[in-house]
Antibody
Framework: QVTLRESGPALVKPTQTLTLTCTFS??????????VSWVRQPPGKALEWLAL???????YYSTSLKTRLTISKDTSKNQVVLTMTNMDPVDTATYYC??????????????WGQGTLVTVSS | EIVMTQSPATLSVSPGERATLSCRAS??????LAWYQQKPGQAPRLLIY???TRATGIPARFSGSGSGTEFTLTISSLQSEDFAVYYC???????????FGPGTKVDIK
């Protein structure tokens, strides 16, 4: 059974850097074709893709946020970490990690973690 | 960037009735489209991929169709557990990225 779980601070101050961790089980990110991605959702709004890391350590970022995002993985710990710099109240959202089972040809997100709500406020 | 639009924004349906949701892409995404269901306080759940293939465990009352720029998600007979928000997502333009539609909320009439 594949599961993912996000963890990180519930509250960050404006200008701070956010660090989120996705801990997963049931698959290995060293398996060819495997990817993990981050998606966020502001309260009451739509989903927004943020970043992706693949089994080969290639990284991809949202064009609009790429200067603020860094994604990395620790295969031995089954974890993917996302950092976002210079946080602003508009970044208040639930942040999800999700698996992509085949980055070559099957780029849908399944399953998703439960999400973690991050509020940006002074 | 490919822009996804969904209509209607809200769809009011009685239990047992049919619901038809639309998703449109600003340029062709072939059949590289997925649908997700999201209930309040929950993470999205994959329903459909490849525009028309149901994900594992998804009931047969959910069906997807379309290709290119026009897609439809049909729920043949709405059950109480189907009232939720539905999002489409394109993955044709990968890399560089993925885009989601704004969602359609299906609520009880």
């Amino acid at each position: 059974q594949v599961t993912l779980r996000e963890s990180g601070p519930a509250l960050v101050k404006p200008t701070q850097t956010l660090t989120l961790t996705c801990t997963f089980s049931g698959f290995s990110l060293s398996t060819s074709g495997m990817c993990v991605s981050w998606v966020r959702q502001p309260p009451g709004k739509a989903l927004e893709w943020l970043a992706l890391i693949d089994w080969d350590d290639d990284k991809y970022y949202s064009t609009s946020l790429k200067t603020r995002l860094t994604i990395s993985k620790d295969t031995s710990k089954n974890q993917v970490v996302l950092t976002m710099t210079n946080m602003d109240p508009v970044d208040t959202a639930t942040y999800y990690c999700a698996r992509i089972g085949d980055c070559y040809s099957a780029n849908w997100f399944d399953p998703w973690g439960q999400g973690t709500l991050v509020t940006v406020s002074s | 960037e490919i822009v996804m639009t969904q209509s209607p924004a809200t769809l009011s349906v009685s239990p047992g009735e049919r619901a038809t949701l639309s998703c449109r892409a600003s340029q062709s995404v072939s059949s590289n489209l997925a649908w997700y269901q999201q209930k309040p306080g929950q993470a999205p759940r994959l329903l459909i991929y490849g525009a028309s293939t149901r994900a594992t465990g998804i009931p047969a009352r959910f069906s997807g169709s379309g290709s290119g720029t026009e897609f439809t998600l049909t729920i043949s007979s709405l059950q109480s557990e189907d009232f939720a928000v539905y999002y489409c997502q394109q993955y044709n333009n990968w890399p560089p990225g993925f885009t989601f539609g704004p969602g359609t909320k299906v609520d009880i009439k």
